[in-house]
Every structure is written in structure tokens, then in C-alpha cells.
């Protein structure tokens, strides 16, 4: 079981990815705003980020370079939630320290394969830190 911090302002958004979050056997973290998204990713560590660009006082994109610039967690997987259509947008999140993004409207089937992308993926946070995930029981997941 992974954690998972949803930033999201959205009430129906952060139902629906904590709820394919739940599905797929991990835990969600919830934060509304990016401020307590920046908090949360400090203090509880989580193993992947699904950041909304779009929220009430400091912005993902913000909230992002925070989270980087902390050397609590300088890797883990940051995805961007993001409905801006612009051209550039794509240069402005990966520079502000974001792995990849989706774009809204979310639905399941694109949040499942990215997460799955980011946590069981050779590239995975666990795998990029050279970590076996191991249970209290000590088996591997
Ligand atoms: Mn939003």
C-alpha cells in the first residue's frame, strides 16, 4: 500500500481520485489547499503527488517548487492536475518540478495508468531510491 497526496479544491475531483486511489489498494492523503499540500508532502512523505495547478491561495505551480525546493522530498513523483490548454504550459510545469501531468477533465482510466506508471514502473519512486518496499512482515510487495 502506497500513500497518496490528492491537492485538489475540487470536491468532486478529490472524490473521484481518492476513490480510484482506494480501489487500487492505497491510502489517500487529502489537502485542499497548496499550502497544506506543501505541509502534508513535508511532514507525511507520500509516495506519489497528484497536485491540482488551479487552487485557493498558492497555486500547484507554487506549491510544486516548494515541495522541491524542501529537502525533505526532493523525488518524489509529482503529477499535475491541470486544465490549462495552453501552449507552454507543458515547459511551465515540468520546469516547476512536476514528473508529468493530466489534463481535466479527469477521468478514471487516465488516473489508474498513472498511477500505476508512477508507483510499479521501473522508474518508480522506490525504484529510483535503490529500495526494496518491504511489509512489517518483511515480504516484499
Ligand atoms: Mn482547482
Redesign the pocket.
Known sequence: MKNILVV???ER?MYLMCYIIEAMGHRPLRAVTGEEGVKMAVTERPDLILM?????GID?LEAIRRIRGSMACPSIPIIA?T?YAMTGDRERLLAAGCNGYIEKPINSETIMAELKTYLTGPGSHAAAKGEDTLTPSGERQ
Do not use: T
Not at 491540482?52 to 485557493?56: A, H, K, R
Open positions: 485538489e479544491d475540487n475531483n491540482d495547478i488551479q487552487l485557493p500547484g492536475i486544465s
